[in-house]
């Protein structure tokens, strides 16, 4: 009977792990393909927060050679007038679409959340060296590995997050950050034939190297986003640097960088110091 029962047991193990190797080669497969991409509304989203960021960025670099020079002349401050309203009606309008916005860049944090702890730095000792004085050293390696559980489980995050599309890949207009997300998903869909699981590599694979080179792009495209909507779109410091050109206009005197504290708003920060998903953090906005 405890024989009947375990070759029972095995058997069903067996089952589970072939449809395993089933699953991660047909999900393999599929996100090579070049007819997959985020779903429509998705996409739609990533491509007009990503143009209006570009649009700020731009704006921003004017405001901020404009405001290099503390003496403002009458048409510096017109076109930092006009500079500043394009930006707001920018601001107003990311705004407006301010879940939709969070919703989505939560679902791509999540699946870089995922993608990033996929490749797994591991510490062995290669030797211990015994000195004269009957010390010794342990000299230490590090090694690199991808275990297969948790790439079926990147794998089955990126088959949710990436739909068949109707739409010829030449044909489809996608923002940066989505062909990233693309190549990246491509990229780890190679590793089912051509790496070795539960392995340790002493050194990065060619395809590990390319997963981490990507991945490194991949979070300096985010990062704009991300400081975007954690920073409320900046919106409290554009009406402040409004209410500034108002005072300007009826005190010549004040000093123009003191008075306008916009310069270098939208420029690059300094990396993420703690990717995290904003739908928490963003409870405390009151944005209405």
């Known amino acids: 009977m405890f024989q009947i029962n375990a070759n029972h047991s095995n058997q069903e193990k067996f089952k589970e792990r072939y449809q395993k190797l089933i699953k991660i080669t047909d ?7 070049d007819d997959i991409s985020l779903p429509p509304n998705e996409s739609r989203i990533l491509l007009d927060f ?12 004017e405001i901020d050679s404009m ?65 004269l004085t009957k ?32 739409i010829k890949a030449e044909e489809r207009k996608e923002s940066k950050l989505e062909r990233e997300l693309l190549e990246l998903a491509k990229i780890i869909g190679k590793l089912e034939e051509k790496h070795a699981f539960n392995s340790l590599y002493t050194s990065p694979t060619i395809l590990m190297n390319e997963i981490i080179s990507s991945l490194e792009i991949l979070e300096a495209m985010i990062e704009p986003f991300y400081h975007m909507v ?29 008075t306008i504290k916009i310069r270098g708003l939208f420029s690059r920060k300094r990396g993420i110091e703690e990717l995290e998903e904003l739908s928490d953090v963003l409870r405390s906005l009151e944005i209405d």
């Not at 500043?84 to 009606?89: I, N």
């Not at 107003?92 to 996929?118: C, Q």
């Not at 090694?143 to 990436?162: C, G, P, R, V």
């Open 27 to 33: 999900i393999s497969k599929k996100i090579q393909r």
């Open 50 to 61: 990503e143009e209006a960021i570009l649009e700020c960025m731009n704006y921003s670099w």
């Open 67 to 131: 405001l290099e020079d503390e003496n403002l002349s009458p048409y510096e401050y017109d076109q930092l007038v006009s500079r500043l309203e394009k930006l707001s009606e920018v601001i107003d309008i990311l705004l407006e679409k301010h879940k939709s916005n969070v919703e989505t860049l939560n679902k791509v944090i999540s699946i870089y959340k995922i993608l990033k702890s996929l490749i797994k730095e591991i510490q062995f000792v290669e030797d211990i060296v015994i000195i």
């Open 135 to 166: 010390t010794y050293t342990v000299e230490k390696k590090t090694a690199y590995t991808i275990n297969e559980s948790e790439y079926l489980i990147a794998l089955e995050a990126l088959d949710s997050f990436f739909k068949k599309s109707k």
């Open 230 to 258: 954690k920073g409320n779109y900046y919106s409290e410091e554009i009406s402040s640097a409004k209410i500034g050109l108002v005072l300007l206009s009826q005190n010549k005197e004040l000093d123009v960088g003191e």
